[in-house]
């Protein structure tokens, strides 16, 4: 009997403390870690692991990653250091009282990685893959009367034309053309795509009266051209990554699916500051528009990617920089890289506030602040055209500027390297994670800086 009560005692304490710990901040910062996680050679990740949470490393995979701690392999009531020995993978595993598993992490060590660093203003030409339909336009047929033949068959804004008639279309002119020399009213096949999904519309042309012509009522657009900042280039492979984020459309506010493009020099000539709900902007214009800096071959939610035709000179860093993987960085100190005049990168303060680890590709990943008083004084904080602007903390390459928040100037967003090295195809994409990540950071925002 007394057995029993003793032991419905110890089991009383142990759910207890289980209880207890697992409304813990340790907890949640343990649990909130990604599922998968890299770590470059050089670097050392940390993990502040508290009685009654262990840590061990797995070895049935690799001996690419060991514990540093002492005495043991793993460490109670101390901070843990987890070494990379040699590429490979290794699975790191979090357990309460090292029975019941609270967190498991698969950890690929990857090669040490340098850099050159943008903050250079770059001119973005894009020709689109088809034509992006941005407007209608009521066509008149008669004295007073209007018809729009292309909305009332179904098309809609936002849609990308890609073929007339089994003809691809490259050019709004081509457009034109092809409906123009139909030569009579008659129904032509349209191949939209809208989203993900290829559709056929047919749609009849009329005769412009005033123009005429024939149309069917439309606005079109082929290209898009803006400024923004190169955010690195990897100088054995000239391929470089831009932006931070999409390119859209103006009016349609639809990612532009790129078939070709190309970057040129750009200088910014002023400066309209931010303020309280008005994001500012860098006045920018191309220079020696001819001169190409390198193409333009994707296209994604991290930015433009592409290869340079030459290297460009950084007069901040002369070098090559190493980058930090996502469980590197710090809340704390940091620096962009950017123009504010003319050409020259200049460096500036910021801190970084807020971090969010990521079990896959994501956008927000930091959440930034400037604190350089020069910056301050001639921009207001973050401005469009900022979009790309490379982050730098104790001398490593962690992330770019994208968004900047709109009730407040002076934060913003960044995200990580990471994923901009994923898309540039310096390094392998992760696998597909099926959780999604526990901890947000939300802030009201809708402006790419």
């Known amino acids: ?26 907890f949640r910062n343990i649990y909130g870690l990604p599922l998968q996680m890299r770590i470059i050679q050089g670097e050392t990740a940390f993990f502040n692991v508290n009685y009654p949470l262990t840590v061990t490393v797995s070895q049935d995979l690799d001996d690419s ?131 993900d999904e290829q559709l056929t519309i047919s749609v009849k042309t009329v005769l412009c009266n005033d123009t005429k012509r024939y149309r069917i009522g439309l606005f079109v657009r082929d290209s898009a051209a803006g400024v923004g900042t190169l955010t690195f280039y990897e100088p054995g492979s000239q391929a470089y990554g831009a932006l931070g984020h999409v390119i859209t459309d103006n009016d349609t ?32 214009v191309f220079i020696e528009e001819d001169q190409l800096l390198g193409n333009i071959q994707k296209n994604t939610k991290f930015g433009i990617y592409g290869k340079l035709n030459q290297a460009m000179d950084n007069a901040v860093y002369s070098e090559a920089l190493p980058v930090a993987s996502m469980n590197q960085v710090q809340t704390g100190a940091a620096e962009m890289l950017t123009v504010v005049e003319g050409q ?55 992330g770019a500027v994208t968004h900047v928040f709109v009730h407040d100037p002076t934060k913003g967003y960044g995200c990580f390297i990471d994923w901009m090295l994923m898309e540039s195809g310096i390094i392998p994409p992760k696998e597909q994670q099926t959780s999604k990540r526990l901890f947000t950071y939300g802030s009201r925002l809708n402006k790419s800086a």
């Open 1 to 26: 009997m007394l057995g029993t009560k003793w032991r419905s005692v110890v089991g009383m304490c142990i759910a207890v403390l289980i209880i207890a710990f697992s409304s813990s901040p340790q």
């Open 65 to 195: 990653l060991r514990i540093k701690t002492q005495p043991s392999g793993y460490a109670i009531s101390r901070p843990v250091f987890l070494e990379p020995v040699k590429l490979g993978r290794a699975t790191v595993e979090f357990k309460l009282l090292g029975l019941i598993p609270i967190r498991t992490v698969q950890v690929d060590v990857l090669p040490q990685l340098k850099l050159v660093p943008g903050g250079h203003s770059i001119g973005v030409v894009m020709q689109s893959h088809g034509v992006i339909v941005v407007g209608n336009s009521p066509v008149q047929v008669n004295e007073g009367q209007y018809v729009t033949p292309a909305k009332d068959s179904g098309i809609q804004v936002g849609d990308v034309i890609l073929g007339i008639n089994d003809t691809p279309v490259h050019s709004d002119s081509q457009v034109a053309e092809m409906i123009d020399g139909s030569g009579r009213e008659q129904v032509l096949q349209f191949l939209i795509k809208r989203g």
């Open 344 to 398: 020259t990168i200049e460096r500036f303060a910021i801190e970084i506030q807020r971090i969010n680890l990521q079990n896959f590709p994501e956008s927000k990943g930091l959440v930034i602040k400037v604190v350089d008083s020069r910056l301050l004084e001639r921009t207001g904080g973050i401005v469009q055209g900022m979009s790309g602007s490379p982050i730098i903390q104790n001398g490593k390459i962690v």
């Open 253 to 284: 506010n639809q990612p532009i699916d790129c078939e070709q493009g190309k970057i040129v020099p750009a200088s910014v000539s002023g400066i309209q500051q931010g303020k309280r709900g008005q994001p500012g902007e860098k006045i920018g």
